[in-house]
């Protein structure tokens, strides 16, 4: 790549760097966010309970109360447009506090911050769980309950991530996208453009600054959305946390805080 010599106040190049996150796929329509994918889980969890009499898996155990269900019932769950509506409508015929290991369970935590109407980061209250746990053990080492709970978050953490996974390849399959009508063709075609004079001429006087030698998105998000809509022959993409169609670079969901005390503790056991 080309470079830039600060004595000499020579312009020889540069690289242009966009980042990217998930308001990019929510204004193309999508529900990307993670609300959307708890509630659609949730209602295909109610589809299996009535037409089975139960939902059992690594993150539910749900027991149908009332086997006169009507289709109309099934409808109405479907109509929600919330968690928490959804969870007081399901509590008339499901039974959704079932809890047979009786161990935590990581998503019922996410249905309560839900359902209390508060925004939550599944990844963050992940993290606020795990921490609990560790100092459980920290103070209890040879506890065989503490070290359940621990393989029982991580298996809980698995399972949301092949679910969210399948979500977001359901939800995106087979999308088309015309470039001249979306409302990020003009702004794509905008980052393969010169710098304006008014954005380098007081470093690089009397320089003529040409097109970016190199475009680069950093990708935040899990679809391939970004290359659909633009020129990617033109420009390079990494997806920082993985990508739900590259098997050599799978989705990552969960994360740690190397500043937290927590990242650095050791067990014995």
Not at 114 to 134: F, T
Not at 172 to 200: C, E, H, I, V, W
Request: hydrophobic content about 35%.
């Amino acid at each position: 790549m080309k470079t830039y010599n600060r004595d000499e106040r020579h312009f020889n190049g540069y690289r242009r760097l966009i980042l990217v996150g998930n308001g990019f796929d929510l204004a193309l329509g999508l529900k990307t966010n993670y609300s959307d994918f708890v509630l659609d889980y949730l209602k295909r969890c109610a589809k299996e309970c009535i037409g089975s009499g139960k939902c059992i898996n690594h993150l539910v155990h749900w027991e149908l109360t009332d086997v006169n269900v009507l289709i109309g019932f099934l409808e109405e769950l479907d109509e929600c447009e919330n968690v928490a509506d959804f969870m007081s409508a399901a509590a008339e015929k499901i039974n959704t506090n079932v809890n047979k290991s009786n161990l935590p369970n990581l998503f019922t935590s996410i249905i309560w911050s839900y359902s209390g109407s508060n925004w939550v980061g599944i990844e963050a209250l992940y993290y606020d769980i795990l921490q609990y746990y560790l100092k459980d053990l920290q103070r209890t080492p040879y506890d065989r309950k503490n070290y359940l709970s621990v393989v029982k978050l991580n298996d809980q953490l698995d399972e949301l991530t092949s679910e969210l996974k399948m979500y977001l390849k359901r939800i995106t399959n087979g999308l088309r996208f015309n470039k001249m009508d979306s409302p990020f063709y003009y702004l794509m075609q905008g980052l393969y453009a010169p710098l304006k004079s008014s954005d380098y001429e007081k470093v690089w006087k009397d320089e003529e600054v040409t097109l970016p030698d190199d475009i680069m998105f950093l990708n935040f998000n899990y679809t391939k959305t970004l290359f659909q809509i633009m020129d990617h022959e033109k420009a390079t993409q990494v997806h920082i946390h993985g990508s739900i169609y590259e098997l050599n670079n799978p989705i990552v969901f969960g994360y740690g805080d190397d500043t937290s005390k927590f990242s650095r503790v050791r067990i014995r056991g």
